[in-house]
Structures are given as C-alpha cells and as structure tokens.
C-alpha cells in the first residue's frame, strides 16, 4: 500500500486579499479624483469659456460728464481683453466691477463717482457722475508783487492767464476751463512759482467757498472781481483782482462782513473820487488801512 503525500504549492504569484483590497481602493480613488478633474474642468470652461456665460451688452450713461464717448471706448477695451492673456473679461464669473470703477476715475478726473448695475439679461450698466465745478484755476503768466511788498511797490502788473482748469469744492482741479471772465465761479491765479496740472489740489476747500462769498458781498458794493490769489501755504492772505485794475488784499482770519463794512465806508466816502487812481486797498490789519 503506498502512501498519498499533497503536494504544496507555491505562494510566489498568489496576491493577498488585504493587497487586492488596498488596490481596488486606490484604484476607485484615482477614478473619482479624474471624474472630479474632468467635472470642474468642464464647468470652468462652460463658465469661462462658453458663450452661456458671456456678459453680451453694456452701456455708459452720465451726469454732469463730459467725456461719455471717451468712458465708452474705455470700457469696450476693458471688456475686449483677456487676463494672463488667457481668460477673457467679458465673463459673469471672471468680471471685477470694483476694478472697473478704480479704472474709470483713474483715467478721467472729471468722474466724481461710478455706479455698476449688474444684469445678467439686460447686462452692465456703467453710471458716470461728474464733479461739479466751483471754481476756475489759472495758471498765472505775470501776477502781482507779494502781499507784504505791496505798500512798497510803485507798479502792479495784473495777472495774465496761460493755462485754467475747472476746480470742484475740495479745490481738485478736473477739466481744462477757457480763460473767461464774468463767470459766476471765482477764479484763482496760481502764484509765480506755482504749477499745476489735472488731478492737482491747487485751492483748499475753505479757500473756495470764502472767494464765492466775497466775490458776490463785492458785487453788492459794486465792485466787480476779475480773480483771487491765496497767498503761500500757511498765510491767510487773500489778493482780489479789481476790473478796474488795482487790488485789495483780505484777511482770511479776520470777519469777512467788518472787511466789508470797512471797504463800503472808504469807497463810497473818501476814495469816491479817486477810485480810478486806486493801485491798491490793504485791509489785512486790525484797525488799520493802507491804500494808494
């Protein structure tokens, strides 16, 4: 009788079932993490690249806005490019209404304010309101003397303008002025060594509204302005320009209506007659008048 011996096999190809399962893991892992992949990568270019997704009609309307064709062009360029040269402008998702406005009022000093009204039917609407002008800037080709050299100067040369801009009550200079007088702003003659352009704070906000006050008490009195110049900062000098070609220098310290009152007094008595020899009127010291 012979003896039956099971022969063994060999564990060299067998794979262990915690092997299986530790691959079919990772296996589902990668394939969801494709699916995922390939998901977000439809979605960022149907959101991006589609037309669904396109911002199709915009529009730049204005108040008080001179440059609306100008404000136009710009935002058609801004809707026409591409960031990273890649992903376009002109998408709901990629589109930056707050970098549009800082473009807006960095180009164009006369916007004021910029109010973006998102649609997705009807699309962008850009609102444009522009400054309003409460004063004229010139830049000054000859001007007077300084005001504490004026009891001592024989001639004063009235200023002659070269370049004015429109200024708004902060005293921002916004937009090219014609050189014009009559105008109910006050206007400003910058000192010799003074320039200015657009974007410049060339008159303080005070300074403004104390010039349109006087401008109109002066009126009253019949005395018609050609312009003011406020003198270095730190001074509260204040020259005004007379049509009939002398000066009178204010104090903006002192009460405007006991200036006034004092100037009224002069003109309608003591200088009656002699207005059209008048160089000057120095009401800057209490108490005090110099005239010549």
């Not at 801004?78 to 402008?89: D, E």
């Not at 005293?171 to 002025?177: K, P, V, Y």
Request: with cysteine.
């Amino acid at each position: 009788m012979f003896a039956y011996r099971r022969k063994k096999h060999s564990n060299i190809f067998v794979v262990s079932a915690k092997v299986r399962r530790r691959f079919q893991i990772t296996w589902r892992v990668w394939l969801g993490g494709l699916i995922i992949f390939l998901a977000l990568a439809g979605f960022f270019y149907l959101a991006i690249f589609s037309p669904v997704f396109k911002i199709k009609v915009w529009s730049v309307a204005s108040d008080n806005f001179t440059a609306q064709a100008q404000a136009q062009e710009l935002v058609n360029r801004f809707f026409q490019q591409k960031f990273w040269q890649v992903i376009p402008a002109d998408s709901w998702l990629t589109f930056s209404g707050r970098r549009l406005t800082r473009l807006i009022l960095a180009e164009f000093p006369e916007a004021e304010r910029v109010r973006i009204e998102k649609n997705i039917l009807k699309g962008v609407k850009v609102k444009i309101e522009g400054r309003q002008p409460a004063a004229i800037w010139c830049q000054s080709l000859a001007i007077v003397p300084p005001a504490n050299q004026a009891t001592t100067t024989d001639e004063i040369t009235l200023p002659s303008s070269d370049e004015c801009f429109f200024a708004d009550s902060g005293g921002l200079l916004f937009h090219d002025a014609p050189a014009i007088s009559g105008t109910a702003l006050p206007t400003f003659f910058s000192q010799a060594d003074e320039g200015f352009g657009l974007k410049g704070q060339a008159v303080a906000s005070s300074t403004i509204q104390l010039a349109s006050q006087l401008k109109k008490q002066l009126r009253e009195i019949g005395v018609h302005t050609l312009g003011f110049r406020a003198d270095a900062a730190g001074s509260q000098d204040l020259t005004v320009f007379v049509d009939g070609g002398w000066v009178i220098y204010f104090n903006m310290d002192r009460p405007l209506p006991t200036q006034i009152k004092i100037l009224r007094a002069l003109l309608s008595g003591d200088l009656k007659d002699k207005i059209a020899e008048l160089k000057y009127i120095d009401l800057r010291v209490a108490g005090r008048v110099y005239y010549k």
